[in-house]
Protein backbone atom coordinates (compact mmCIF):
# COMPACT_ATOMS: atom_id res chain seq x y z
CA UNK A 1 0.00 0.00 0.00
CA UNK A 2 0.93 3.62 -0.96
CA UNK A 3 2.23 6.24 1.76
CA UNK A 4 -0.54 8.34 -0.04
CA UNK A 5 -3.26 5.53 0.29
CA UNK A 6 -2.54 4.82 3.90
CA UNK A 7 -2.55 8.82 4.71
CA UNK A 8 -5.56 8.39 3.21
CA UNK A 9 -7.34 5.56 4.84
CA UNK A 10 -5.91 7.28 8.18
CA UNK A 11 -7.94 10.53 7.62
CA UNK A 12 -10.99 8.61 6.61
CA UNK A 13 -10.59 6.63 9.48
CA UNK A 14 -9.85 9.20 12.08
CA UNK A 15 -11.61 11.95 10.84
CA UNK A 16 -14.77 11.69 12.99
CA UNK A 17 -12.49 12.00 15.82
CA UNK A 18 -10.48 15.28 14.62
CA UNK A 19 -14.07 16.41 13.86
CA UNK A 20 -15.53 15.53 16.75
CA UNK A 21 -12.25 17.47 18.68
CA UNK A 22 -12.81 20.64 16.36
CA UNK A 23 -16.19 21.04 17.55
CA UNK A 24 -15.23 21.08 21.25
CA UNK A 25 -16.22 24.52 22.02
CA UNK A 26 -18.04 26.33 24.34
CA UNK A 27 -19.33 29.98 23.53
CA UNK A 28 -19.29 32.41 26.89
CA UNK A 29 -20.45 36.10 27.33
CA UNK A 30 -18.82 38.31 30.13
CA UNK A 31 -19.13 41.96 30.07
CA UNK A 32 -16.18 44.20 29.38
CA UNK A 33 -15.66 45.23 32.98
CA UNK A 34 -15.07 41.82 33.76
CA UNK A 35 -12.78 41.26 30.74
CA UNK A 36 -10.80 43.77 31.44
CA UNK A 37 -9.63 43.03 35.09
CA UNK A 38 -8.10 40.05 33.45
CA UNK A 39 -9.82 37.31 35.53
CA UNK A 40 -11.39 35.71 32.63
CA UNK A 41 -7.61 35.24 30.85
CA UNK A 42 -6.81 33.69 33.92
CA UNK A 43 -8.86 31.17 34.10
CA UNK A 44 -10.09 29.64 30.55
CA UNK A 45 -6.64 28.48 29.94
CA UNK A 46 -6.99 26.50 33.11
CA UNK A 47 -10.28 24.83 32.32
CA UNK A 48 -8.88 24.02 28.65
CA UNK A 49 -6.19 22.66 29.63
CA UNK A 50 -8.32 20.48 31.93
CA UNK A 51 -10.84 19.21 29.39
CA UNK A 52 -9.51 20.31 26.04
CA UNK A 53 -12.53 22.18 25.56
CA UNK A 54 -11.45 25.81 24.00
CA UNK A 55 -14.08 28.59 24.82
CA UNK A 56 -14.59 31.27 22.96
CA UNK A 57 -15.80 34.94 24.45
CA UNK A 58 -19.02 36.02 22.50
CA UNK A 59 -19.44 39.64 21.60
CA UNK A 60 -23.11 39.39 23.05
CA UNK A 61 -25.37 37.19 25.20
CA UNK A 62 -27.49 36.19 22.45
CA UNK A 63 -24.38 34.46 20.64
CA UNK A 64 -23.16 32.65 23.64
CA UNK A 65 -24.64 29.71 25.66
CA UNK A 66 -23.63 30.82 29.00
CA UNK A 67 -23.34 34.19 30.32
CA UNK A 68 -21.62 36.22 33.44
CA UNK A 69 -23.75 38.93 34.76
CA UNK A 70 -26.57 39.50 37.15
CA UNK A 71 -28.68 36.52 36.48
CA UNK A 72 -28.21 33.15 37.38
CA UNK A 73 -26.23 31.11 39.84
CA UNK A 74 -23.73 33.01 42.33
CA UNK A 75 -20.35 32.72 41.12
CA UNK A 76 -18.19 34.97 42.89
CA UNK A 77 -18.11 38.43 44.03
CA UNK A 78 -16.08 41.39 43.12
CA UNK A 79 -15.37 44.69 41.37
CA UNK A 80 -18.56 45.74 43.21
CA UNK A 81 -21.06 43.25 42.70
CA UNK A 82 -22.15 39.24 42.81
CA UNK A 83 -21.08 38.26 39.26
CA UNK A 84 -23.73 34.95 38.25
CA UNK A 85 -23.42 32.04 35.84
CA UNK A 86 -26.32 32.10 33.74
CA UNK A 87 -26.71 28.61 31.42
CA UNK A 88 -29.06 29.61 28.40
CA UNK A 89 -31.38 27.03 26.68
CA UNK A 90 -28.97 26.85 23.62
CA UNK A 91 -26.05 25.35 25.70
CA UNK A 92 -24.80 22.21 24.88
CA UNK A 93 -22.28 19.59 26.42
CA UNK A 94 -19.14 21.75 26.36
CA UNK A 95 -20.89 24.54 27.71
CA UNK A 96 -22.05 22.49 30.43
CA UNK A 97 -19.40 21.13 31.67
CA UNK A 98 -17.73 24.81 31.62
CA UNK A 99 -20.27 25.04 33.67
CA UNK A 100 -19.80 21.99 36.04
CA UNK A 101 -16.33 23.45 36.26
CA UNK A 102 -17.11 27.07 37.52
CA UNK A 103 -19.15 26.15 39.91
CA UNK A 104 -17.15 23.28 41.38
CA UNK A 105 -14.05 24.11 44.05
CA UNK A 106 -11.60 23.42 41.56
CA UNK A 107 -13.16 26.56 39.67
CA UNK A 108 -13.92 28.32 42.71
CA UNK A 109 -9.92 28.43 44.32
CA UNK A 110 -9.15 29.32 40.68
CA UNK A 111 -11.50 32.35 40.64
CA UNK A 112 -10.27 33.31 44.10
CA UNK A 113 -6.55 32.56 43.64
CA UNK A 114 -6.25 35.41 40.47
CA UNK A 115 -4.14 38.52 42.66
CA UNK A 116 -2.62 40.06 40.01
CA UNK A 117 -0.85 42.54 42.15
CA UNK A 118 -0.51 40.04 45.28
CA UNK A 119 -4.00 41.18 46.42
CA UNK A 120 -7.08 38.44 45.16
CA UNK A 121 -9.64 40.73 42.99
CA UNK A 122 -12.64 37.99 43.68
CA UNK A 123 -14.16 36.40 46.88
CA UNK A 124 -16.79 33.71 46.79
CA UNK A 125 -20.15 35.06 47.77
CA UNK A 126 -21.59 35.29 51.10
CA UNK A 127 -24.04 32.46 51.94
CA UNK A 128 -27.75 33.61 51.81
CA UNK A 129 -29.64 32.36 54.70
CA UNK A 130 -32.67 29.92 53.44
CA UNK A 131 -35.88 30.83 54.96
CA UNK A 132 -38.03 27.44 55.57
CA UNK A 133 -41.70 28.17 54.59
CA UNK A 134 -44.24 25.62 55.84
CA UNK A 135 -47.54 25.39 54.10
CA UNK A 136 -50.45 25.89 56.49
CA UNK A 137 -51.99 22.47 57.10
CA UNK A 138 -55.93 22.36 57.24
CA UNK A 139 -57.51 19.05 58.46
CA UNK A 140 -58.47 17.08 61.88
CA UNK A 141 -55.80 15.60 62.76
CA UNK A 142 -57.58 13.58 65.56
CA UNK A 143 -59.49 12.19 62.65
CA UNK A 144 -56.28 11.85 60.72
CA UNK A 145 -54.66 9.45 63.91
CA UNK A 146 -57.82 7.30 63.20
CA UNK A 147 -57.76 6.96 59.87
CA UNK A 148 -54.09 6.20 59.84
CA UNK A 149 -54.55 3.72 62.45
CA UNK A 150 -56.92 2.33 60.57
CA UNK A 151 -55.89 2.24 56.92
CA UNK A 152 -51.75 2.97 56.82
CA UNK A 153 -50.59 1.29 59.96
CA UNK A 154 -50.85 -2.01 58.01
CA UNK A 155 -47.72 -1.16 56.53
CA UNK A 156 -46.35 2.16 58.51
CA UNK A 157 -45.67 2.47 62.52
CA UNK A 158 -48.06 5.86 62.79
CA UNK A 159 -47.67 6.04 66.33
CA UNK A 160 -45.46 4.08 69.52
CA UNK A 161 -48.46 1.99 69.48
CA UNK A 162 -48.61 0.65 66.23
CA UNK A 163 -44.29 0.39 66.38
CA UNK A 164 -44.12 -2.97 65.69
CA UNK A 165 -47.51 -3.67 63.66
CA UNK A 166 -46.62 -2.26 60.33
CA UNK A 167 -43.85 -3.91 57.81
CA UNK A 168 -40.14 -3.50 58.78
CA UNK A 169 -38.47 -2.34 55.57
CA UNK A 170 -41.25 0.07 55.28
CA UNK A 171 -40.27 4.04 56.68
CA UNK A 172 -42.85 4.79 60.24
CA UNK A 173 -44.81 8.03 60.27
CA UNK A 174 -42.05 9.78 62.27
CA UNK A 175 -39.33 9.04 59.83
CA UNK A 176 -40.85 10.40 57.14
CA UNK A 177 -41.93 13.15 59.54
CA UNK A 178 -37.90 13.87 59.77
CA UNK A 179 -37.49 14.44 55.29
CA UNK A 180 -37.77 18.16 53.93
CA UNK A 181 -40.20 17.01 51.62
CA UNK A 182 -42.41 15.59 53.80
CA UNK A 183 -45.45 17.30 52.75
CA UNK A 184 -45.51 16.87 49.39
CA UNK A 185 -44.40 13.18 50.22
CA UNK A 186 -48.25 12.73 52.64
CA UNK A 187 -50.36 15.15 50.00
CA UNK A 188 -49.75 13.19 46.97
CA UNK A 189 -48.84 9.63 49.03
CA UNK A 190 -51.62 7.64 46.44
CA UNK A 191 -49.26 8.88 43.07
CA UNK A 192 -46.27 7.42 44.71
CA UNK A 193 -45.27 3.65 44.56
CA UNK A 194 -46.82 1.37 46.03
CA UNK A 195 -49.75 2.63 46.96
CA UNK A 196 -51.23 3.46 43.38
CA UNK A 197 -51.48 -0.23 42.88
CA UNK A 198 -53.97 -0.77 45.96
CA UNK A 199 -55.23 3.08 47.18
CA UNK A 200 -58.31 4.46 45.53
CA UNK A 201 -59.04 8.26 46.41
CA UNK A 202 -62.67 9.38 46.21
CA UNK A 203 -62.75 11.50 42.86
CA UNK A 204 -59.38 11.61 42.34
CA UNK A 205 -57.73 8.26 41.49
CA UNK A 206 -59.30 6.27 38.39
CA UNK A 207 -61.21 2.98 39.29
CA UNK A 208 -58.84 -0.01 39.34
CA UNK A 209 -58.60 -2.09 35.49
CA UNK A 210 -60.07 -4.92 35.59
CA UNK A 211 -57.67 -6.66 34.62
CA UNK A 212 -55.61 -5.28 36.99
CA UNK A 213 -57.12 -5.85 40.44
CA UNK A 214 -55.12 -4.69 43.67
CA UNK A 215 -52.76 -7.76 45.11
CA UNK A 216 -54.06 -6.47 48.83
CA UNK A 217 -57.23 -5.38 49.99
CA UNK A 218 -58.06 -1.71 48.45
CA UNK A 219 -57.12 0.94 50.65
CA UNK A 220 -60.35 3.50 50.07
CA UNK A 221 -59.89 7.06 51.16
CA UNK A 222 -61.47 10.91 50.90
CA UNK A 223 -59.75 14.24 50.40
CA UNK A 224 -60.56 14.83 53.70
CA UNK A 225 -58.99 12.25 55.28
CA UNK A 226 -56.10 12.59 53.71
CA UNK A 227 -55.55 16.16 54.67
CA UNK A 228 -56.53 15.15 57.84
CA UNK A 229 -53.64 12.58 57.91
CA UNK A 230 -51.33 16.00 56.88
CA UNK A 231 -52.74 17.20 59.60
CA UNK A 232 -52.04 14.31 62.13
CA UNK A 233 -48.68 14.18 60.42
CA UNK A 234 -47.68 17.49 61.10
CA UNK A 235 -48.35 17.70 64.50
CA UNK A 236 -46.01 14.35 65.55
CA UNK A 237 -42.79 14.64 66.60
CA UNK A 238 -40.15 13.88 63.97
CA UNK A 239 -37.72 11.00 64.19
CA UNK A 240 -33.98 12.24 64.98
CA UNK A 241 -32.53 10.93 61.45
CA UNK A 242 -29.19 12.03 62.86
CA UNK A 243 -26.44 14.44 60.34
CA UNK A 244 -26.50 13.66 56.71
CA UNK A 245 -24.14 11.38 55.63
CA UNK A 246 -20.79 12.29 54.29
CA UNK A 247 -18.91 10.66 51.63
CA UNK A 248 -15.44 10.37 51.44
Known amino acids: MGMRVLIFVMLVVLWPGLAGAQERVARLHAPPALVETGLIRHILPRFTLKTQIRVELAATPEAAELVLGAVGTPLFEGEGQV ?49 AVVAEVDGDAGLGWRVSREKCARCHAVDAETRMAGIGSTPSFAVLRGLTD ?58 DLGAPLRHQ
Not at 98 to 125: I, N
Not at 219 to 231: F, G, I, P, Q, R
Open 182 to 239: WQERFAGFFALNPHPSFTMIADVTPPFPSNRPPPIAPVEMSLEEVEAVLAYVAAIQAA
Open 83 to 131: WHLEVLENSGENAGRLADWLGSEVGARTVTGFAPDGVALFTLPAPTTAV
